[in-house]
């Protein structure tokens, strides 16, 4: 569970490493080697058969990423946690770790397109069918819950709708059919949302994005019970192989150490930006967790500490229309991924979630003209100037009609 530092700031910080176990070196060091020598044969063989501690090779465990993987599991309040290369293989680590043929998982009714790609490719080879709830009612989700249901899978906020679910609501029902809940923290992170803290069970996320903060690596995070971490460490980690490399792994403790600090100006930015959003004609809706207006901002009030940094709206309009706004722009930059320190935008329909059938998407609350953006960490009011800019040159479509 690591030092357990009162507060979130000085956990980002310092969880997970002491300079003094390491000659007073203030930055982790990064131990770049891909194995690890023993003093003699028989210490080989202790270590492989577990009865003595130590590294061995780097896919089966590194001190530097173990120094994150300490840090990210303190931060969410778990106790222990895994990293891998990528999002995705923390995403396919788990779920291949929490099923097996013929068994079923309930969705969040939205979901990051590589998972949803993945879902398919599970139900096209294995048979593990799964069913989208949209989770704002107890009976529904109840009753989508099947006997071979073996685990709830939830993003909050939604990858890219910003849709939120009542976290201690699904926990709870959870737990009457004894099934974990996985929760995709990605958009929140540590700071401002705390899954496990609210009955969920087992913590995923994107590093590249917010945890990272920097847009220079491509990373994933896990934290659960020590048992389940164990477990997938030593079989869809350790024998897929989807490991973070060492330096990877220093780039995201550097990351961390200024995620509070960087979040608040994400949120800082965002809502000023969504307050303009809102008021301009051009738009026609804007979804964000910190809109303190819409019905469930109950429910973000009492999981998150604010809104984040993501918002999105739907142009009034039409795909091209959504397409030429993004042409438009001169210093948010045309790009997925988000959590940086630029602002970027895209256009799921087309980009993230273009591997999603349309009925499909649509259903999600993807349509063609919405528009995902990550505001970074720029002045609001530059940005602000480039969005109305942008949204000035779609201007007098509607004159034809008068
Ligand atoms: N979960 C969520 C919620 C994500 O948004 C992403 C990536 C992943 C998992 C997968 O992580 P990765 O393997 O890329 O580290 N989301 C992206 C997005 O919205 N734009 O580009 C990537």
Known sequence: MG????????????EGYDSKDHLGSLSTPIFQTSTFTFDSAEQGERRFAGNEDGYIYSRLGNPTVKALEERIAALEKGEAGLAFGSGMAAVSAVLIALTKANDHIVCSQGLYGCTFGLLKLMKEKYNIHHDFCAMDDEQVLRKTIQPNTTCIYVETPINPTMKVIDLRMVAKVAKEYGIPVVVDNTFSTPYLQR?????????????????????????????GKKDFIQGVSLTTQKDIGGIISPFDAWLLLRGLKTLPVRMDRHTFNAEKLFEKLKQHPEISNVYYPGDRTHPDYGIVESQMKQGGGLISFEINGTKEDAQKFLNSLKLIKIAVSLGDAETLIQHPATMTHSVIPEETRLKMGISNQLIRLSVGLESWEDLWDDIEQGLATLGNRFEIQI
Request: hydrophobic share 40%; glycine share 12%.
């Open 195 to 223: 899954p496990l803290e609210l009955g969920c069970d087992i913590i995923i996320h994107s590093a590249t994005k917010y945890i990272c903060g920097h847009g220079d690596v491509v990373a994933g995070l896990v934290v």
């Open 3 to 14: 030092e357990g530092y009162k507060n979130f700031e000085t956990s980002v910080i310092h």
